[in-house]
């Protein structure tokens, strides 16, 4: 039986990694470790890529500016979301603003302090990406479509250092990414529409508040055609193994996407958009797999 101590001390553990988003940061490091085995370094035997030490320092460099991110990010928008996210905002409380900072700080010490084992280029890429992000949080969000770049750009450099670190500069690398970019980008304008009334009230200049749900639409609409292109290539030129079946059902569920998209009318129908441009993101990352089913098996020895 719990104590009354204990169960606040587990709560308080449960509103940070409420805070941190958890299981975003777990699936991020899933993806870059599936990325790194079978899209990176498909030569390498799998032990040499799993045990790499450099890897993991990247790996966790990543997860722990990310979890920063989160956490500054939340510290910016905690009126916000209590408007957007009444029930969520509740659990966050638990834990105090101070409280938040001051393992906003630790986290990014630590993610640099990592980088530094790796080199000095990698304490170069860190830093930018830590004060990336509290610029983002602290002015860039608020500017129309330049915030949802900036966002979208933040969220696929994790991958991008993973990138350059095995030097496979493949086309289909930065197809992949195109594919990855576009749908995030989307992803974050349909935030915007989800978030209409929690921007509103704290005067953000989002698109759809500025311009109208129409022009937000026509601009997410605009992003879907776009991956498209980035999708039909994988599936009709690029070798990707059996993965051509995840990008062949994500562009019918795009197509869905889209019809569902402008019946849309208020928030509950945006939040369905979103999970389900969030579910086409997390199945490409299992979907990964599927390039070589056998090539871990065969890359074990």
Known sequence: MLTRKNKLLLYKLLSLFSVVRGYNILMIILAQYLASIYILSPNLPLRQVVFDVNLFLIVTASALVIAAGYIINNFYDAE??????????????????????TTYFILNFLSVFAASYISFRAVLFFSAYIFGIWLYSHKLKRIPLLGNLVSATLAIAPFFVVFVYYKNFETVIFVH?????????????????????????????????????????????????????????LITVFDVGYMYVYFAGGLLLLLLFVILLWASKGRTHYVWLHNILKFIIIAGVFSILLIDVDLVLNRIL
């Open 80 to 101: 916000k979301d209590l408007i957007n996210k009444p029930t969520k905002s509740m659990l966050d409380r638990l834990v105090s603003q101070r409280f938040k900072l």
């Open 177 to 233: 990414a195109l594919f990855l970019f576009l749908l995030i980008l989307a992803r974050e304008m349909v935030k915007d529409l989800e978030n209409m009334a929690g921007d509103l009230a704290q005067n953000y200049k989002t698109v759809p508040l500025l311009y109208g749900a129409i022009v937000s639409k026509s601009l997410i609409t605009l992003l879907i055609a776009l991956t498209v292109i980035p999708g039909y290539l």
